[in-house]
């Protein structure tokens, strides 16, 4: 996924002035760091070198002066003034975050949509305008960003028998999503709705995320880009959460998703939330682990379900679930060269042989449809039996699974609920056409999101 950092120098002020307060070799706003010194001695700044190639070798690179980062000390009163500020300005020289002015006729509200002006030095072509997903700026981490969508949710509460977007495009409704959307993508509002309907795009948009600024997902719209975030038992804190948000929004992200697993999930992911104005997803089952001690075994479609209700009500926009990992197909998996590389999906296939039952995900996917139906979660169906090496590419783990996740997105839009597909795995380039061939027949177009990594002709690039 997009914000793996893979750095090879950052010796120049210039790189520098755009790395996360994390990453950065000098002492941290956060002290995460400290200058490198004990058994080699204090190092002498004349000694590096200044080809920068040479750097990856020398005794200052392979001195590794990172400590943890402790947890947050006040979970619900962060310390967010020791995180540095993302330098927006000096990222984008010669530009301005702009917007648009449109009106939503139904209801009169007064949409302003982002775009980025990019200022040339062209007489006949002065400025350059560009899809911007930077957010609002100057704003306090403690208040949050503003709830645009505050006004367009109070005005359809209670007024529907279903509140999803595919139910709105169906009834022949063009939400203020919608519009927002077609504006950012320069297309007719309703081609985006018919879009939505048929299931081809999707709005990912809990109701209660009300700082969100819209986008779409679809093959027939831009790409877009997901960023990976989130805690570990080990590391990190919320105030670092938040500038990994910060960060990914400066450079592009679309989307993003936060995999925290440490302390205090639930007050990080509900400050990441107040803060996001791109659509926030998790992976549920990861939560739902922590609830029983990390025991796999121990999990429970009851704290699944809790898990589900309590992130939504944060506004969680999309949940990745692993139901098509079924009991009879994880027996497909033994003679694979690397097994079953998802964290999801192992968890998932644990359970199910410990206990031989059916996946409860799979069991009690109707219930899951009637949760993301309330709050208009969309899912993205996780791959869960990917392949995590070529060598396991397209086997009939893999095909089984997608297989049911076609089945199990048709029994979603029968409940107006939003979905993607993830996949395919580790792939290699011959093999794509195939995958993408059934992905398009078996999940009826609905859109891919791929998590995994670019195969290149001499080395591997993870994101």
Sequence with gaps: MLFTSV?????????????????????????????????????????????????????????????????????????????????????????????KTVVHEPTGHVLNVPFRRVHLEDEDMPYLDLYDTSGPRDIDPKIGIPKIRQEWIEAREGKHERYTQMHFAK????????????????????????????????????KRHLELEPQIIGRMFKVKI??????????????????????????????????????????TREWIMRNSPIPVGSVPIYQALEKVDGIAENLTWEAFKETLIEQAEQGVDYFTIHAAVLLRFVPTTINRLTGIVSRGGSIHAKWNIFH?????????????????????????IGDGLR?????????????????????????????????????????????????????????????????????????????
């Design 387 to 463: 392949p995590g090496s070529i060598f396991d590419a397209n086997d009939e783990a893999q095909f089984s699974e997608l297989k049911l996740q076609g089945d199990l997105t048709l029994r979603a839009w029968e409940k107006d609920v939003q979905v993607m597909n993830e996949g395919p795995g580790h792939v290699p380039l011959n093999k794509i056409p195939q995958n993408m061939r059934n992905q398009l027949e078996w999940c009826h177009e609905v859109s891919l999101i791929s998590y995994h990594h670019f195969l290149k002709d001499n080395w591997e690039l993870y994101f």
């Design 226 to 267: 997901n960023a990976n975030i989130g805690n570990s038992e080990i590391t990190s804190s919320i105030e670092e959460e938040v500038e990994k948000l910060q960060w990914s929004t400066l450079w592009g992200a679309d989307t993003l998703m936060d995999l925290s697993t440490g302390q205090h999930i639930h007050q």
């Design 171 to 206: 009834k022949g409704m063009i939400t203020e999503e919608m519009l927002f959307v077609a504006e950012r993508e320069g297309v007719e509002p309703e081609f985006v709705r018919s879009e939505i309907a048929r299931g081809r795009a999707i709005i990912s948009c809990n």
């Design 356 to 380: 031989h039952k059916e996946n409860f995900a799979y069991e009690h996917w109707d219930e899951i449809l009637d949760i993301c139906a309330e709050y208009d979660v969309a899912l993205s």
């Design 7 to 99: 750095a090879l120098v950052a010796l120049a002020s210039q790189t520098a002035a755009f790395s996360p307060s994390g990453f950065s070799r000098s002492t941290s706003s956060l002290k995460v760091l400290s200058e490198p010194e004990g058994a080699l001695g204090p190092l002498d700044p004349l000694e590096v070198p200044v080809d920068p190639l040479e750097a990856l070798v020398t005794r200052e690179a392979n001195i590794k002066p990172y400590s943890r980062t402790k947890p947050t000390k006040d979970p619900f009163n962060p310390e967010f003034e020791r995180i540095a500020s993302v330098p927006y300005d000096s990222a984008f020289p010669n530009s301005t975050r702009e917007h």
